[in-house]
C-alpha cells in the first residue's frame, strides 16, 4: 500500500509559476505509474499529466507547453512543475498511482488507486 501526500499548492498570480510535490511513502515507488490530477469546484476531476515508471510523460492538452511532469525515484517523490499560470488551472490538485502494468502512464482516472489528499492551487488575474 502507497500512501500520498501533496505539498506545495498556493495563491499565486496569473502568470507565475508554483512546483507541486508529491511523496510516496513505502519501497516500491518506482513500480508505479504516476499522474496528477484536478477538480475545480462544479467540474469532474481533470487528468493533468502522468508518468510511466519508465519516465514516458504524457499532458492534458490545457497543460501542455506549460507544466512538466517528473519523478524522483531516490527520493520517492513526483514533481509538477507549472509555469505561465492561468486563472482557469485554479483547482484541488491531486497526486494518483497505480501499480498496474503498462509501458506508457495512463489518462483515466479509474486506473489510479491511490490518491493523495489533494493541494489548493489558486490563481488570481
Known amino acids: 500500500q502507497v500512501q500520498l501526500v501533496e505539498s506545495g499548492g498556493g495563491l499565486v498570480q496569473a502568470g507565475d509559476s508554483l512546483r507541486l510535490s508529491c511523496a510516496a511513502s513505502?519501497?516500491?515507488?518506482?513500480?508505479?505509474?504516476m499522474a496528477w490530477f484536478r477538480q475545480a469546484p462544479g467540474k469532474e476531476r481533470e487528468f493533468v499529466a502522468c508518468?510511466?515508471?519508465?519516465?514516458?510523460?504524457s499532458y492534458g492538452e490545457s497543460v501542455k507547453g506549460r507544466f512538466a511532469i517528473s519523478r524522483d525515484n531516490v527520493k520517492n517523490t513526483v514533481f509538477l512543475q507549472m509555469n505561465s499560470l492561468l486563472p482557469e488551472d485554479t483547482a484541488v490538485y491531486y497526486c494518483?498511482?497505480?501499480?498496474?502494468?503498462?509501458?506508457?502512464?495512463?489518462?483515466?482516472?479509474?486506473?489510479?488507486?491511490?490518491w493523495g489528499q489533494g493541494t489548493q492551487v489558486t490563481v488570481s488575474s
Open positions: 513505502g519501497r516500491t515507488f518506482s513500480s508505479y505509474r
Open positions: 494518483a498511482a497505480t501499480e498496474t502494468t503498462g509501458v506508457r502512464c495512463s489518462r483515466n482516472k479509474d486506473e489510479y488507486n491511490h
Open positions: 508518468i510511466s515508471r519508465g519516465g514516458l510523460t
